[in-house]
């Protein structure tokens, strides 16, 4: 089973840029990059995911690397609630799982 | 507005005692998941659904089972709760491509003494 890795914790200052990495270097060609978040007493939630190409929505970008071995989460401008448990993870199998591992707590100091 | 509810969101029981956590969704999603999050070990996949009436196993449903009657519908049901089974769960939802997001409930904590 394909495994992420990722940073313990990250701390950023409130309207910096924020680049959170995730390694995931035994992914398969067909597998996307998904990105959840967890708050606080909250179910996980939808970030962003993408194949090969860089994305962009309007919570974050993702930034593949060109060997898809690695990824990096951009938040453009982070706010006190862009504190929590960001999943670096993948949706894949015929169970359609996300596999989650322990995650990147981020902390956003005012 | 796009949701998935669970019910209940707190829920303090006996060993042995049958319980069901209901899920439901109003997106119209073929896919249906229940997880289980335990400190140090993440989210951990029980029962999924690729449509109804089509059901199967995840990493860990021992003690569990589910049912897949309606679209919109997916209960967890523990018919002889034990204290392991004390955890949080969660319900998730999505389009059965693997390319899609799934959208997550809030949570059940459930307490098993």
């Known amino acids: 089973d394909a495994k992420t890795t990722q940073p313990n914790s990250m701390e950023s200052n409130e309207e910096e840029p924020v680049h959170l990495p995730c390694n995931h270097s035994t992914i398969s060609g067909t597998d996307y990059i998904h990105w959840y978040r967890q708050l606080p007493s909250q179910g996980p939630e939808y970030v962003i995911h993408?194949?090969?190409s860089n994305v962009n929505n309007r919570m974050a970008s993702l930034a593949i690397a060109e060997d898809r071995k690695s990824s990096t989460l951009i938040l453009h401008r982070a706010t006190l609630r862009d504190a929590a448990v960001y999943y670096c993870t993948r949706r894949t199998g015929a169970n359609s799982k996300l596999t989650f591992g322990k995650g990147i707590t981020l902390s956003v100091r005012p | 507005e796009a949701q998935v509810t669970q019910n209940p969101r707190y829920l303090i029981t006996v060993t042995g005692k049958k319980l069901t956590v209901t899920c439901s969704q109003n997106?119209?999603?073929?896919?249906m998941s229940w997880y289980r999050q335990d400190p140090g070990l993440g989210l951990r996949q029980i029962y999924y659904s690729m449509n109804v009436e089509v059901t199967d196993k995840g990493d860990v449903p021992e003690g569990y089972k589910v049912s897949r009657k309606e679209k919109r519908n997916f209960p967890l049901i523990l018919e002889s709760p034990s204290p392991n089974q004390t955890s949080l769960y969660f319900c998730a939802s999505g389009r059965v491509a693997n390319t899609g997001e799934l959208f997550f409930g809030e949570g059940s904590r459930l307490t098993v003494l």
């Open positions: 997106m119209n999603h073929e896919y």
């Open positions: 993408g194949l090969t």
